[in-house]
């Protein structure tokens, strides 16, 4: 099934002003070629190939126009009939840049044989080809427009709910990369499961949340081809103005247009992008639970991206984690098997320094893995127990408390800015704590144990309890939200 998003909703004012704007920036590409600017030097040439889109292309055309010229490396023209090109009209140009998109027509090379002829050979004598986000839903029947883009829209190509997500730097030698660091994408569509034709050069990926409807794994967000002496490039990003405003788009855009140019980037990197921001996964399953008002608990935590993972009686999530996406790992679940290899792979991730906050209920998941007790520093026993001799009475729960929660220590990362407030909720009462906990948040409520939130550290790992959460009353809570989302952030970042 296929997902696109068509025109954006610009008013008929606007559009009109933006078409005025497309006109105004659109020059012919026959005749003389337009001069550098003077005051530019040596700028680089752009043609802008356009005209048809599935997209709004008369409103990203002009702001990719500026955006070039503004750097002051490029000047620019525009075609808005890329079938009228022949070799005489590229000779001009040092780089093509790509926002055109036959889709739903990606069969039939709208453009003809004597302007793809022309485009396919200014690229093989050394010059490039930027193409970014849907201008690879074209041309499916064009090989070599496939050998250039590095990649197409196929059959099971889509995108999840627009947000914003991390772009990855996986490749820091790329001189369209070297010097910058992975990012946060503005509100924009992750692309996913788009057909590959290798060989590619893979800069970044973006990891495909299955909870935004995405892919449930990495895929390819910027990568480069080659095509005879010539380079080219590709990233999924870009949608619309909104996407473009990103300054991570604009960097590697301007990076990846000189470099598609000439070879090399010239350009320093930004002096700032935006941070990328943590990957968490929310794992529920094996008790029951607010299946509405839980989640709204993460929601406002603008510097993470949460994913939900719900596994009702495994915790499969970690028998493969070759690809493992997440900074840290809240469970919110109640789970009791994990296999062998579940255990080495969650006890890997901690040595690697993934981050755990374990809420309420997940005080009693993997109760037959006795070092999951250890992890999170508490024991809860569902029956009277002996271990060595001694032997433990059944803990105990209680519903609908109102529980006056005192800060232990407010100038911990966990605890900062919090006062202490009142949760009503469910107490636990009766377990055994780790000596190693540091204890953050405590209640002297006859029905509950002492410790209610504490921190530990266990193998490189960051590990956060909270006893509250079961239920919308808590989760609403302001102080309770902050408690929770401020755990996520320690948890998930590394140490200095
Ligand atoms: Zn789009
Ligand atoms: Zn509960």
Redesign the pocket.
């Given at each position: 099934m296929k997902s696109?998003?068509c025109f954006g909703g610009a008013t008929g004012m606007l559009k009109a002003i933006l078409c005025v704007l497309a006109a105004t920036f659109t020059l012919s590409v026959d005749g003389a070629a337009r001069q550098p600017d003077p005051s530019t030097g040596d700028a680089l040439r752009v043609l802008i190939l356009t005209g048809r889109h599935?997209?709004d292309w008369e409103a990203t055309t002009p702001f990719l126009k500026t955006m070039y010229e503004e750097s002051g490396r490029f000047v620019v023209d525009v075609t808005e009939d890329p079938a009228s090109l022949d070799a005489d009209a590229l000779e001009p140009y040092d780089v093509l840049v790509d926002n055109y998109a036959a889709y739903p027509d990606m069969t039939g090379r709208q453009w003809g044989k004597t302007a793809e002829d022309a485009i396919v050979e200014f690229v093989r004598q050394g010059k490039g080809m930027v193409l970014f986000?849907?201008a690879v839903a074209s041309f499916l029947d064009w090989p070599e427009f496939l050998e250039m883009a590095g990649c197409s829209w196929g059959e099971d190509s889509a995108?999840g709910r627009r947000h914003e997500y991390n772009v990855d730097i996986v490749d820091h030698d790329h001189p369209i990369t070297h010097g910058l660091h992975s990012f946060a994408t503005s509100r924009d569509?992750l692309y996913h499961r788009l057909d590959m034709h290798p060989p590619i050069q893979l800069l970044a990926r973006s990891y495909s949340m299955a909870s935004a409807k995405g892919s449930g794994r990495y895929e390819p967000m910027v990568l480069t081809t080659d095509i005879g002496q010539g380079r080219c490039f590709y990233t999924a990003m870009?949608?619309?103005v909104e996407a473009m405003e990103g300054a991570g788009f604009q960097a590697v855009m301007l990076r990846a247009t000189e470099w598609a140019a000439t070879g090399a980037v010239n350009m320093p990197p930004p002096d700032a992008l935006p941070a990328r921001k943590l990957q968490a996964v929310v794992l529920t399953g094996g008790h029951d639970f607010d299946e509405e008002a839980f989640p709204k608990l993460f929601e406002g935590d603008e510097a993470v991206l949460y994913d939900a993972v719900h596994q009702e009686k495994d915790s499969k999530i970690f028998e493969d984690i070759s690809d493992w996406p997440y900074d840290v790992i809240v469970l919110y679940n109640m789970s009791n098997k994990i296999s062998e290899k579940g255990r080495a792979n969650f006890l890997r991730l901690l040595d690697q320094g993934t981050g755990l906050v374990v809420l309420h209920h997940a005080i009693i998941a993997y109760q037959e893995w006795p070092e999951f007790a250890r992890i999170i520093g508490v024991n809860y026993y569902q029956e009277e127990s002996t271990i060595n001799g001694v032997t433990y009475p059944k803990s105990t729960y209680k519903h609908d408390v109102d529980m006056p929660l005192r800060i232990e220590d407010g100038s911990h990362p966990v605890t900062q800015g919090l006062k202490d407030f009142v949760v009503h909720d469910e107490t636990y009462n009766g377990m055994t704590f780790g000596a190693a906990n540091q204890v953050l948040v405590s209640t002297k409520h006859p029905a509950s144990a002492k410790s209610i939130a504490w921190v530990r550290q266990y193998k490189n790992a960051k590990v956060c309890f909270i006893q509250v959460g079961h239920g919308p009353q808590v989760f609403t809570n302001p102080n309770y939200r902050q408690l929770v989302h401020q755990a996520v952030h320690w948890a998930g970042t590394a140490p200095e």
């Open positions: 696109w998003c599935n997209h986000h849907a995108h569509e870009g949608h619309d």
